[in-house]
């Protein structure tokens, strides 16, 4: 992209007071371990991360 | 963690032993990357680091090299061409 078409794109997010997307992720504190053997299993060492995917969940949801 | 006599595991417990721990060192680095100055978390790298060590020596000198290309050494006769190689059952 130009630098002049860049402009122009800024320009028309401030007028219409759109605001560009924003990525942030929370501090992971280190709290716990699963036991080593556990972890290889789960893929994780860490209890806060372990969120696996599962069917059931998504259709609660819908 | 419990403190195993590494050198009462059998070959495949060995194994185990060394992947749960390398898997722990991997977490625990990539932990470390983005919080370098949290030091509990420096104190579980170092004690996995040292207990994997003790493992991969253990399993070294019973069981022959886990490398080549001159990361672990060899006895006499060369033991890399010996079977079974590390990742062979």
């Not at chain 1, 560009?20 to 209890?47: H, S, W």
């Not at chain 2, 195993?4 to 032993?17: G, N, P, V």
């Not at chain 2, 490398?67 to 060369?78: E, H, I, M, R």
Request: hydrophobic fraction near 35%; glycine fraction near 2%; aromatic fraction near 14%.
């Amino acid at each position: 992209m130009s630098e002049l078409n860049k402009e122009m794109v800024y320009e028309d997010l401030e007028t219409e007071h759109i605001r560009l997307p924003k990525v942030y992720v929370v501090n992971q504190p280190y709290i716990d371990r699963f036991p080593l053997p556990e972890a290889l299993k789960k893929g994780t060492i860490f209890p806060n991360l372990y969120d696996p995917y599962m069917a059931k969940m998504v259709k609660n949801k819908c | 963690m419990q403190e195993l006599d590494y050198e009462e595991l059998s070959r495949e417990e060995l194994k185990l032993q060394i992947q749960e721990l390398e898997f722990a060192v991997i977490e625990l680095n990539l932990f470390l990357d983005t919080h370098p100055t949290n030091q509990k978390a420096l104190m579980d790298y170092n004690m996995f680091s040292i207990e994997l060590n003790k493992t991969k020596n253990v399993y070294q000198k019973k069981y022959g090299p886990l490398t080549n290309f001159g990361y672990a050494l060899s006895s006499y006769p060369w033991k890399w061409v010996e079977s079974p190689w590390p990742w062979e059952e």
